[in-house]
């Protein structure tokens, strides 16, 4: 196994220079968005809205850095929530087999923190009635209100490993503003995800009925908050490993 995972960076070296395989990626991806693709997938039977293969990244990235805290920008449906839910659940389980322990797995020191500016009546039922609810916090209102800000940062203060997710609005300015506001609750080592930068490699017309669109985007907003924000850097070697990903320049790792 360790010659497995050593191996890996000289493959992603190599598929970085292989246009055989990125062009035709872009292009699944630009195809695939059209045709709302993530639409298709749930976790646990909740609508996720994410690609496989940016659901395994964060498998990945989760079990990696062991979070105490994953807190999330953008709800919908709760499947993501769901998801990083069962990755701590799944934690718990191989903390207390490790030590020998049991355990209550309705209980757990680890959550999941969502925000969202609406979160729909039927969602929330179907979230409440969900076994992974126990791990699960939701606040309602926007994610760059002031006070919304002030209760996120207040929650995430007795928690010492924090991943951050940001998948609300997608215009430029508003997740600007979330990067502002909560890329500082990242843990050194940890990463703030921003996802659907896909949005600045689609076509011009592509989000006719959307206020965001390219130049107007997660992309941009990641390009500008970098420029003053040294303490991250972008991982290219997750989305060039996945190659079919919507968060190209999204995966920021704090390095300091």
Partial sequence: MSDFKSDIPKRIAEMRGNDALTKPGLDFLRASAVAEYSYNYHWMDRPIIQYPQDIVAMQELIWEIKPDLIVEMGIAHGGSLIFSASMLAMMDMVDAIEAGSTMDPAKSA???????????????????????????????????????????????????????????????DHVRAELEAYAPLT???????????LIEDMAEDAYPNRPWGKGDNPKTAVWDYLKTHPEFEIDKDIPDKLQITVAHDGFLKRVS
């Fill in 110 to 172: 680890r959550k999941v923190l969502g925000v969202d500016v609406d979160i729909r009546a039927h969602n929330r039922a179907a979230m409440d009635a969900h076994p992974m609810r126990s791990r699960i916090e939701m606040i309602e209102g926007s994610s760059i209100d002031d006070a919304i800000i002030q209760q996120v940062h207040d929650f995430a203060k007795d928690y010492n490993r924090i991943l951050v997710c940001l998948d609300s609005n997608h215009t430029h």
């Fill in 187 to 197: 843990s050194v080592g940890s990463y703030c995800v921003v996802f659907d930068t």
